[in-house]
């Protein structure tokens, strides 16, 4: 993939992301017995991104769809939340990954970062409330993000195997991986 290439593919993959993010605020909230909760759809494309990008271009679309979404219906305490969540949960997607498809998943990885999310908007919560108290909150949001990581994962593996460019950015992402594994 050229430079120009894989430019364009992560502004496409981040003005989608920041589509996704805006239309899922407009939702009401769809779990009335967990205020707050959402679905978390955006993560559909940091899934794609990981596993057709390398780690880097993968971070940058989380960025730039954490950024656009805020500036374009956000607030500084929504972006406050929405980086611990995003960062923590990314890093932990990251990382499950590593552990390689014969261990995990795609399904399991968007799980991971469905719950790791939760604990980064849980942990800035309890720094802005000066209380832990606010992780008693955990199981039920754990309930919903496992829930929610499941169907995410299930989508974003669909539209990897049916999505024939998607196949093409995935295998080139593995090939370069392994020559840098070598390398």
């Given at each position: 993939m050229t430079k120009n290439q894989r430019l364009v593919y992560i502004a496409l993959l981040a003005s989608q992301a920041v589509i996704i993010s805006l239309l899922e605020r407009a939702i009401p909230f769809p779990f009335a017995f967990a205020p707050g909760a959402k679905l978390g759809l955006a993560n559909?494309?940091?899934?794609?991104?990981?596993?057709?990008?390398?780690?880097?271009?993968?971070?940058?679309v989380v960025a730039i769809r954490l950024c656009l979404a805020t500036l374009l219906g956000g607030t500084l305490s929504t972006f406050m939340y929405s980086a611990s969540g995003a960062l923590l949960s990314f890093i932990g997607m990251w990382g499950a990954k590593q552990l390689?498809?014969?261990?995990?998943?795609?399904?399991?990885?968007?799980?991971?970062?469905?719950?790791?999310?939760?604990?980064?908007?849980?942990?800035?919560?309890?720094?802005?409330?000066q209380t832990w108290t606010v992780f008693l909150y955990l199981p039920v949001l754990?309930?919903?993000?496992?829930?929610?990581?499941?169907?995410?994962?299930?989508?974003?593996?669909?539209?990897?195997?049916?999505?024939?460019?998607?196949?093409?950015?995935?295998?080139?992402s593995e090939i370069n991986e392994s020559s840098n594994e070598r390398g």
């Open positions: 559909i494309i940091t899934c794609l991104a990981l596993y057709t990008l390398s780690t880097k271009d993968a971070f940058k390689g498809t014969k261990r995990i998943s795609l399904i399991g990885v968007s799980t991971t970062g469905a719950i790791l999310h939760n604990i980064g908007q849980l942990a800035v919560a309890g720094f802005v409330a754990s309930f919903i993000g496992i829930l929610s990581g499941i169907a995410i994962g299930i989508l974003a593996n669909y539209l990897i195997t049916h999505v024939e460019k998607l196949q093409y950015y995935r295998d080139l």
